[in-house]
């Protein structure tokens, strides 16, 4: 068959999985063809959506797509930021959002047991609800699915202390080609009896297989946890104190960095100096420049780059980690606050995004990863690289990492600009395999990226990379296209 027979195509997967839960080629404007990326320009071709009801059903849509040549597009809350969900080779997008069971949760053995399309949120939840913690906190936990996390292997700020969410994966329920329900790893303490399966799905975008449940492990939650925001006078002192805090053998649960540029586009976009009123952080203030007890933080006007800490475990712990930091951060600091609503912290953190593409109009984003000793050299580089080119730039991201999300300001409507912004990407991404990093830390290769591997890896590498694909997806139906190791020809024209 061929695969851009939509009709038929419907007509048998309505057949497999009831008429109400296949939708026939979604316009262009539909969630079923986009991401978190469609400002980027990456907008699928849908032929048909599935939503199957049960891993069963997934092993269905898979089989009968496999057999008649279709490819398959794995989607779960479509919070992906580099078109992985979308289906932009056409086909079906077998959407994972009715699978939304927890088989398992055993709060005294620490684990859980979620099908593929549990929140992200819901997961942190129920874990939270039964005094534990699942550690991975990717930005988008509301909308996003863990299915789509372990799919992407996604991070965030706590992944310094406590890794990504491959990390946590004891198993896993997928469907393989050509359309069998398949499980890898278990409950068992430790299993190093085969090659390691379940590790090579985690992060596999949808290209290996589609993952139906997860068997997460689950930590204790910590008594407490401290936040801290240093505010330092430039980017060679913010380097030099992540760098520091290693040295030091502190272990901070986050290092999170925001640069001098950030700082100011937020100040201007909260009117003034600092997070102002509303979006203030009440707590004490600290540090050389900040002794008074204050209600809010304002942003030192001096301040060339913050570091958004974090440390947690007992109380006892805790407290000593956070005196360590403030004696070992604060000589240099022109202040360090510990808020005391950790959540106003963050929320004045995520407000960099909307602030950031609100002061031109749009912004092209890349998310990279630099070795640590080279952070200061990536960074100072990448503005280099973007003035070069005629474009404002700013970064921020998880410091302890090494993972940058390094932005240029662009007008959208300015063609110009669009050229120059694809041009600084391409000389940043060769800057990150000259310094030893890598192109992607946490949001994927997707569509986006796909090719730029070629240049991070050695040539077997490669070949080794290409061969696993093929091994579990002979036909080349899932999810084709995406997290290419290799691309020919590129056109990455990224409108925002
Ligand atoms: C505001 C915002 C903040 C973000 N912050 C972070 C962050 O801090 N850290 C981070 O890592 N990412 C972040 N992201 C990116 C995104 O949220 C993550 O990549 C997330 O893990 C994607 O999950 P999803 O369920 O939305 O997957 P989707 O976007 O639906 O899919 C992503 C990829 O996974 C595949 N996939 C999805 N479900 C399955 C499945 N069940 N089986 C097989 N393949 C599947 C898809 O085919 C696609 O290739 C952010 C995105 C936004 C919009």
Redesign the pocket.
Known sequence: MMSSDAGVIVGELRRVLGAEHVQEAPPAQSPYNR??SNRRGVEGRAQAVALPGSAEQVAAVVAWCYEHDVPV?????????TG??VAVNGGVVCS?ERLRGVRELEPGLWRMFPE?GVSTHDVQRLARENGLMFAPD???AE???I???V??N???PHALKYGVTGAWVAGLEAVLAPGELVRVGGWAGKDVAGYDIKSLLVGS??TL???TAVRLRLLPAPETAIPLIVFLPTRADGCAAICAVFAAGLRPSVLDFIDGDTLRILAAAYRGVGPGPGVGLAGSARGAGASRASDEVAVPAQAGFALICEVDGSRAEAHAQRDALIELLGDGALAVHEPADARALWRWRDGA?PAVTAARGAKVSEDVVFPLERLLEGLERFERISSAHALRSCAWGHGGDGNVHATVLVDPANETELDAAEAVGEELFALVVELGGSVAG???V?WLKRGRLESQWDRRALELHEQIKHAFDPKGLL?PG?KLARYPARSLRTTT
């Open positions: 991401d978190s597009v794995a989607r779960g809350g479509g919070t992906g930021l992985g969900a994972l593929a990717p930005g988008a909308q996003s699915q299915g789509g996390n799919a992407t996604a991070g965030g975008e949808g297989g589609v993952i995004n946490e949001h994927g997707g999810n995406k």
